[in-house]
């Protein structure tokens, strides 16, 4: 079956520093979506990319799809103790039933002040 | 608007008894998950369903069973606890269609003793 890996599990950075987390998937995808989870909390949606090769950014954020639509990166620039979180990445596969996604195992983000 | 709520949001039990999560949605989603979340694994799907009295396996759907009679409700049973389901569970539903973000319940960390 289809499957998506995100590495790092952990990273550890100073505020103000650069964070970088990769999704690899298995199949091509239709689209992949990533979510963050706080400590504690339940995860939430962030964006999703369609398109072969897109970016997006959300202020501090640049999401970008890989140009064979199997791979995904999220960014974050200049850290701060609020992005505190895990960040998953989620794909979907063409023709995907009901519209399941697949998770990667998400990486866990520390900021320290 | 109450969104998605899943009870009890802590469960202890005992190896070999059946135990019930609930998960109560007020938008009328038609598609509706049940994820475990175990660290390492990140969010692995055990049962979805498309509407009410339509359900399908996931990833993990061993030692679990789902039932769907209303819109609303996905409750997710497992008949006979493990161990190995000492896990915080997520319920999670979308609109239909492959475009559309999921939204998750707060989750509900069980323990298996």
């Known amino acids: 079956g289809q499957q998506v890996m995100q590495i790092p599990q952990y990273q550890h950075v100073q505020e103000g520093e650069d964070f970088t987390t990769y999704c690899n998937s298995s199949t091509t995808l239709s689209n992949i979506q990533w979510y963050k989870q706080r400590p504690g909390g339940h995860p939430v949606f962030l964006i999703q990319?369609?398109?072969?090769?897109e970016v997006k950014k959300q202020k501090r954020l640049t999401f970008q799809f890989g140009e064979a639509k199997k791979n995904s990166s999220l960014h974050i620039t200049a850290t701060q103790t609020t992005d505190v979180g895990t960040y998953f990445c989620a794909g979907r596969a063409g023709g995907t039933s009901y519209g399941k996604l697949t998770f990667g195992q998400g990486t866990i983000l520390t900021v320290h002040p | 608007d109450a969104g998605i709520t899943q009870s009890p949001r802590y469960k202890i039990t005992e190896t070999g008894r059946q135990v019930t999560l609930m998960c109560h949605q007020t938008?009328?989603?038609?598609?509706m998950f049940w994820y475990r979340q175990d660290l390492g694994h990140g969010l692995r799907l055990i049962y979805y369903s498309a509407a009410a009295d339509i359900t399908d396996k996931g990833e993990v759907p061993d030692g679990y069973v789902v039932s769907r009679s209303k819109t609303e409700n996905f409750p997710l049973t497992l008949e006979s606890a493990t161990r190995s389901q000492t896990s915080v569970y997520f319920c999670a539903s979308n609109l239909p269609g492959q475009g559309y973000e999921q939204y998750f319940g707060p989750g509900t960390r069980l323990t298996v003793t």
């Open positions: 938008w009328s989603h038609s598609y």
């Open positions: 990319l369609v398109k072969s090769g």
